[in-house]
């Protein structure tokens, strides 16, 4: 029960484990894991962090350590597994979506190659910080309905809209909903940056512009760049 005394042990159990894991089997690895997750609680936050640091990129990390340590209750503990760990299946990352903080939801909104059943779960609490950092991960994949959300949300956040518009790479069927949704902040925007600029201009070019998405097939699966 001793937090100094779990933690020396925790930090040489683990150079251990990294020393002699391509060599252990699973049933080796199943014990190191049910003895982690017994030191893990109740130990300080740096144990914590340098156990998350050295099993994060690990492709034979013990699997249920690896997920005590993302649904830790400290984001910069669980971020490094969040974001690396390939032990982490769909569900581990789900279930992290749905149940701990808009931190850590935010940290995961930034692991690559993030599946769109993920990313609809991210975005069901509306929350900026998250919809930054996914409109920010070029791999992440975004369904029509999570494209939908991000599109609403740029109604009222400029932020967003700003975010969206510098992703140069979207699905073709979402970029339509999106221009029609950010397209009263675009032309807000724009008025005052070019305050010299007729009203009626910045909404026909705006309008030429919708027209021109609109004009792509929704069968389409091309991605559209920024031309």
């Given at each position: 029960g001793e937090s100094p005394r779990r933690s020396a042990i925790?930090?040489?159990?683990?150079?251990?484990?990294?020393?002699?894991?391509p060599r252990l089997s699973?049933?080796?690895?199943?014990?190191?894991?049910?003895?982690?997750?017994?030191?893990?609680?109740?130990?300080?936050?740096?144990?914590?962090?340098a156990l998350a640091e050295k099993l994060a990129s690990m492709k034979r990390a013990p699997r249920e350590t690896v997920r005590v340590l993302a649904h830790d209750d400290h984001?910069?503990?669980?971020?490094?597994?969040?974001?690396?760990?390939?032990?982490?299946?769909?569900?581990d990352l789900l279930?992290?979506?749905?149940?701990r903080s808009e931190a850590?939801?935010?940290?995961?909104?930034?692991?690559?190659?993030?599946?769109?059943?993920?990313?609809?779960?991210?975005l069901e609490a509306n929350e900026q910080s998250v919809a930054l950092a996914?409109?920010?991960n070029g791999s992440a994949k975004l369904s029509r309905d999570g494209a939908s959300a991000l599109a609403d949300m740029a109604r009222s956040n400029m932020m967003v809209a700003q975010a969206l518009a510098a992703r140069l790479r979207m699905p073709a069927m979402a970029v339509s909903h999106i221009v029609e949704a950010a397209r009263?902040?675009?032309?807000?925007?724009?008025?005052?940056?070019?305050?010299?600029?007729?009203?009626?201009?910045?909404?026909?070019?705006?309008?030429?512009?919708?027209?021109?998405?609109?004009?792509?097939?929704?069968?389409?699966?091309?991605?559209?760049?920024?031309q």
């Amino acid at each position: 029960g001793e937090s100094p005394r779990r933690s020396a042990i925790l930090a040489a159990l683990t150079n251990q484990y990294l020393d002699l894991e391509p060599r252990l089997s699973d049933r080796h690895i199943e014990l190191y894991d049910n003895v982690f997750r017994l030191l893990v609680t109740g130990i300080e936050l740096q144990a914590r962090l340098a156990l998350a640091e050295k099993l994060a990129s690990m492709k034979r990390a013990p699997r249920e350590t690896v997920r005590v340590l993302a649904h830790d209750d400290h984001v910069v503990v669980a971020t490094p597994v969040l974001q690396r760990s390939p032990i982490l299946d769909e569900n581990d990352l789900l279930s992290v979506a749905r149940s701990r903080s808009e931190a850590h939801r935010a940290a995961l909104a930034l692991r690559p190659e993030l599946g769109a059943r993920v990313t609809d779960v991210l975005l069901e609490a509306n929350e900026q910080s998250v919809a930054l950092a996914l409109v920010a991960n070029g791999s992440a994949k975004l369904s029509r309905d999570g494209a939908s959300a991000l599109a609403d949300m740029a109604r009222s956040n400029m932020m967003v809209a700003q975010a969206l518009a510098a992703r140069l790479r979207m699905p073709a069927m979402a970029v339509s909903h999106i221009v029609e949704a950010a397209r009263a902040a675009v032309i807000n925007t724009l008025a005052q940056d070019n305050p010299a600029t007729a009203a009626g201009d910045l909404l026909d070019a705006v309008e030429t512009a919708v027209e021109v998405v609109g004009s792509v097939p929704s069968e389409a699966t091309a991605m559209l760049n920024d031309q």
